[in-house]
């Protein structure tokens, strides 16, 4: 009967604890502030560049999924990276408007304030 119990104890205390662990775009909003404008507008830039690969995501697999519970949780997710993405873009003053440029400016704006090849720039604003 104890053994049973045991079981039981660790089988609750297991889910009790089931908490979503933070992903990479929950510790966005902890780092601290850029330190000087230049490392502010290359995180403006990475924000940008983040909030677009999510929206791609966040259609892709609408269009894509098999199972419809999997393209809500995909979509969900991509919602609260984006949320998290914009509230990181208002706190360190980025401009409005990420979502509207055309490929030369996110292209301009990736080789320059990024460290990324211009390989990886040209794939990152290839929508």
Not at 106 to 113: I, L, P
Request: aromatic content about 8%.
């Amino acid at each position: 009967m104890k053994i049973w119990s045991a079981f039981l104890f660790l089988a609750l205390c297991a889910c009790a604890s089931n908490e979503r662990a933070p992903s990479e775009y929950d510790v966005v909003l902890k780092r601290p502030k850029p330190a000087n404008e230049e490392a502010r507008r290359q995180e403006c830039s990475w924000i940008a560049t983040s909030l677009e690969r999510q929206k791609s995501l966040a259609s892709y697999v609408a269009g894509t999924a098999t199972y419809p519970e999997l393209a809500l949780a995909h979509q969900d997710a991509a919602q609260r990276n984006m949320a998290v993405l914009q509230s990181r873009a208002q706190s360190i003053s980025c401009q409005a408007g990420g979502g509207g440029s055309s490929f030369d400016e996110c292209f301009a704006r990736c080789t320059q304030y990024t460290q990324r090849s211009k390989d990886q720039c040209f794939d990152a604003c290839n929508k």
